[in-house]
C-alpha cells in the first residue's frame, strides 16, 4: 500500500494574497466553484490539470526559522537568471545566490511572507551543459 499527496499546505498571515502570488508564480487557478476571496482563511490553488495543488491556511503568527520543507522551482519557457528577474519583479527576495561560474547553482527566494524557495535551472540550461 501507498499514499499520495493531495496538496502542499503552507501557513500563511494571509492565505488569500498568498494563493494570489503562487498562482502568479506557478500559472496556477483557483476552484470557479469554490472561488478564494479575501479574508478567507483556506485558499486553495491547483495546476490547470489537478495534479498539482497548494493549499494557504492563515495562521495567527508569522514565519520565524528557516522552512523544514520548501519547493524548488525549474522555468519552464525560460532560463533561470530570467525566471529570477520575473520572481524579484513580483516581490520574491533574494535570500541567497548560490550560482557557479560554470552556470551550475541555484538562487534562494523567499516569497512575500518569508517562504524560502529555490529557482534552479532549467532543462534546456542543464541539457546545453552537457
Given amino acids: 500500500m501507498t499514499a499520495?499527496?493531495?496538496?502542499t499546505t503552507v501557513d500563511s498571515r494571509d492565505a488569500y494574497a498568498q494563493s494570489v502570488w503562487w498562482s502568479a508564480v506557478l500559472g496556477l487557478v483557483e476552484d470557479p466553484d469554490d472561488p478564494n476571496e479575501p479574508g478567507h482563511e483556506e485558499c486553495l490553488v491547483s495546476a490547470p490539470d489537478g495534479g498539482?495543488?497548494?493549499?494557504?491556511?492563515?495562521?495567527p503568527?508569522?514565519?520565524?526559522?528557516?522552512?523544514r520543507l520548501h519547493l524548488d522551482l525549474v522555468p519552464v519557457e525560460d532560463t533561470r537568471d530570467t525566471?529570477?528577474?520575473?520572481l524579484t519583479g513580483l516581490g520574491a527576495?533574494?535570500?541567497?545566490?548560490l550560482r557557479r561560474p560554470d552556470g551550475s547553482g541555484w538562487v534562494v527566494l523567499a516569497d512575500p511572507e518569508g517562504n524560502e524557495f529555490c529557482i534552479l535551472r532549467s532543462d534546456a540550461e542543464r541539457a546545453a551543459a552537457g
Avoid at 498539482?52 to 495562521?59: A, G, K, N, T, Y
Wanted: charge should be neutral; hydrophobic fraction near 40%; aromatic fraction near 4%.
Fill in 93 to 97: 527576495r533574494v535570500v541567497d545566490d
Fill in 52 to 59: 498539482q495543488r497548494l493549499l494557504f491556511i492563515e495562521v
Fill in 61 to 67: 503568527d508569522a514565519k520565524t526559522v528557516k522552512n
Fill in 83 to 86: 525566471e529570477l528577474e520575473r
Fill in 4 to 7: 499520495r499527496i493531495s496538496h
